[in-house]
Each structure stands twice: as structure tokens, then as C-alpha cells.
């Protein structure tokens, strides 16, 4: 399946990489869900993230507080208070380190309240996002909030294609327990 393109692509995308990713959990042994992830020994995974979670709940977290970023950039453009979909004083080339601190904030979140706000988050995206039209979705600068880009764009990237990131890395740390 490509990215999401409508809407009806971008709900069944988004529930399917969500079970897919609890499929994942579920199947991961109870030695894999408690062990301290580590990628130092594979060269093909530089990328900060790989270093930045450190388990399980770091994951979900991260993408519990990307799902926040979503509803409350769409909730304040909607309520016509302009914002950002990144806060200040982060940008696309430093959202780097915004993650990072959000990494930080959820280091004393226990696991189950980290599976609760993220089963939760995602259902109030779902939610949100269910109010518009394919076309308030993805026809490009629909909403001039948007940018040159859609609606849609910004969900798939925080739905299913974050979700799908996320069981790329608990599999490759679960395969260490195989």
C-alpha cells in the first residue's frame, strides 16, 4: 500500500498500521518488553532516534505527544488562533531536539500509563480527523494553515506512517530475543 491519498485510504491506513504495531507488542516476549534497547552494534542505524528510545514506553510516548502536536495545531487553526504545527521555537530542521525533550518530559511515565494516552491519543485523532471531507483533506493549501501542503499529509505522517516507524524498531529490537 502507498501513502494514503483520501480519506477512506488515510482511516484504513492509520487503524491497520495501529493493530498491526499492538500485534507487534502482544507478540514481543516479556525478557524483549523489559530490555533496554540497543542498536550500538548495527551501522545501518544511525539516525538519533535509534539511540534517543530506550524501550517500549519512550516509543509510545513519542508518538502519544506527536498525536498531541497534531489535535492541537488543528483544534488552535480551527478556533482561527494562527499556530504553527511545530512550537516555538522549533522548526523542521530542529525537531530533532524538540524530540528529544519530549523524550525527557515522559522518563518517570510508567508503560501502562504510556499504552493508556497513546490508545487513547489515537482515538481523539481519529476522532478529529473524521469531521473533515477527502477534500478538506488533500486538496493541497485547502486550509491556508497547511502551508503548500495538505491536511492529510500531516495526519498520515502522524498516524500511519509514525506507526509504521515504530514497528520497524520494536521489531528489530524483538528479533534480538528470537
Same mark, same amino acid.
Given at each position: 500500500?502507498?501513502?494514503?491519498?483520501? &480519506?477512506?485510504?488515510?482511516?484504513?491506513?492509520?487503524?491497520?498500521?495501529?493493530?498491526?504495531?499492538?500485534?507487534?507488542?502482544?507478540?514481543?516476549?516479556?525478557?524483549?518488553?523489559?530490555?533496554?534497547?540497543?542498536?550500538?552494534?548495527?551501522?545501518?542505524?544511525?539516525?538519533?532516534?535509534?539511540?534517543?528510545?530506550?524501550?517500549?514506553?519512550?516509543?509510545?510516548?513519542?508518538?502519544?505527544?506527536?498525536?498531541?502536536?497534531?489535535?492541537?495545531?488543528?483544534?488552535?487553526?480551527?478556533?482561527?488562533?494562527?499556530?504553527?504545527?511545530?512550537?516555538?521555537?522549533?522548526?523542521?530542521?530542529?525537531?530533532?531536539?524538540?524530540?528529544?525533550?519530549?523524550?525527557?518530559?515522559?522518563?518517570?511515565?510508567?508503560?501502562?500509563?504510556?499504552?493508556?494516552?497513546?490508545?487513547?491519543?489515537?482515538?481523539?485523532?481519529?476522532?478529529?480527523?473524521?469531521?473533515?471531507?477527502?477534500?478538506?483533506?488533500?486538496?493541497?493549501?485547502?486550509?491556508?494553515?497547511?502551508?503548500?501542503?495538505?491536511?492529510?499529509?500531516?495526519?498520515?505522517?502522524?498516524?500511519?506512517?509514525?506507526?509504521?516507524?515504530?514497528? &520497524?524498531?520494536?521489531?528489530?529490537?524483538? &528479533?534480538?530475543?528470537?
Amino acid at each position: 500500500m502507498g501513502r494514503p491519498a483520501t &480519506k477512506d485510504e488515510m482511516v484504513e491506513a492509520a487503524n491497520m498500521k495501529f493493530a498491526q504495531l499492538w500485534q507487534v507488542i502482544d507478540s514481543m516476549s516479556e525478557e524483549s518488553l523489559t530490555a533496554e534497547f540497543d542498536f550500538s552494534n548495527d551501522s545501518n542505524k544511525r539516525e538519533a532516534h535509534w539511540k534517543r528510545d530506550k524501550n517500549l514506553r519512550d516509543v509510545l510516548v513519542h508518538l502519544y505527544e506527536w498525536h498531541q502536536l497534531l489535535l492541537n495545531w488543528i483544534r488552535s487553526n480551527l478556533a482561527g488562533n494562527r499556530s504553527n504545527f511545530l512550537p516555538e521555537p522549533y522548526t523542521w530542521k530542529t525537531y530533532g531536539e524538540m524530540n528529544n525533550e519530549l523524550w525527557k518530559k515522559h522518563q518517570k511515565t510508567k508503560l501502562a500509563d504510556a499504552k493508556t494516552m497513546f490508545k487513547a491519543s489515537h482515538r481523539s485523532v481519529m476522532e478529529l480527523t473524521e469531521r473533515f471531507s477527502n477534500q478538506e483533506l488533500f486538496t493541497k493549501m485547502y486550509f491556508d494553515w497547511t502551508g503548500s501542503t495538505t491536511l492529510g499529509s500531516y495526519c498520515v505522517s502522524s498516524l500511519s506512517s509514525h506507526y509504521d516507524w515504530a514497528i &520497524k524498531k520494536l521489531r528489530a529490537h524483538a &528479533k534480538k530475543f528470537s
